[in-house]
């Protein structure tokens, strides 16, 4: 079975964990372009492709490099522009947003991208507004609800699996959550992110084979280039915070070296076209 593996290529201090704002960006260094480099060397190596989530202020800073991804085959969908929880905006700041990020990328690649993840899974019961506002701006899917309650994002009651959302009769937006398995009835996130660096390889293997063979439905998974970064400037403040943010970042490339020979991978837009799920040419 193909399952889904994706991208949000931000810098390190683009981090809601981190005490930062748009305005001290300047004063940060920039290691977004190494580790990237090095996902896409895997991915050739194994022969999976994947979707790159592009935070637009990274894209307008660094084109060439979103130039060498899509050249590669990969899809390139949308990460907002300045990493702003989207449950702090209203409609017209995040469209305002949305829309910066949209047509750097366009610029970039010749293309619109179709699809959007926002800053730390950052949708709740407060952004139902989100659906309208990303269809009538050409996105045609999303991967922000994420189905586990922490802290900064998600809720227990978030669907699992791939779902559409209808916008009005004839018109809908697709939903793909990260992954999770079930333990004891409760979800358990594996997929990306802290969950795939703190957890035991052979759990995250688990848990693909689980969503594969028992529930019959494809692995959405997640990473960020810094976390195949274990020498970046530690910049989070608190314990939790620097915890979360910086956790065993040097076994992250080898555990997803592993699954890149282990498990196959394909892009969102790729699935959600071979699925006829959406129309399009196949290209990632």
Request: charged share 25%.
């Amino acid at each position: 079975m193909k399952n889904i593996l994706t991208f949000d290529v931000e810098e390190g201090y683009h981090s809601n964990l981190v005490d930062s704002n748009i305005s001290e960006w300047g004063g940060y260094e920039d290691r977004i372009v190494e580790p990237t480099l090095r996902i896409l060397k895997l991915l050739s190596q194994t022969g999976n492709t994947a979707t790159f989530f592009i935070l637009g202020a990274v894209a307008e800073k660094f084109p060439e490099l979103i130039r060498r991804i899509k050249s590669q085959g990969h899809e390139i969908a949308s990460h907002g522009y300045g990493h702003k929880l989207v449950y702090g905006q209203n409609r017209e700041e995040f469209v305002d947003d949305l829309l910066r990020s949209k047509n750097i990328v366009k610029e970039i690649i010749g293309e619109n991208p179709i699809g959007y993840r926002a800053p730390s899974w950052s949708f709740n019961e407060n952004t139902d507004w989100i659906w309208e506002a990303l269809y009538e701006n050409g996105f045609r899917y999303d991967s922000s609800k994420f189905p586990f309650k922490t802290f900064l994002y998600g809720s227990h009651s978030n669907p699992r699996f791939l779902h559409g959302i209808e916008i009005e009769h004839g018109k809908e937006i697709w939903e793909i959550p990260p992954s999770t398995t079930r333990i004891f009835g409760k979800n358990v996130p594996f997929s990306g992110g802290f969950y795939f660096r703190s957890l035991p390889y052979w759990f995250i293997k688990y848990g693909i084979n689980r969503v594969n063979k028992v529930e019959h439905r494809a692995a959405v998974l997640y990473l960020h280039p810094w976390e195949l970064d274990p020498g970046q400037p530690k910049l989070s403040s608190g314990i939790r915070h620097r915890f979360i943010q910086y956790y065993n970042l040097g076994k992250t490339e080898q555990k997803l070296s592993r699954l890149l020979h282990e498990f196959r991978f394909v892009s969102i837009k790729h699935f959600l076209i071979t699925e006829g799920l959406i129309r399009g040419v196949l290209v990632s």
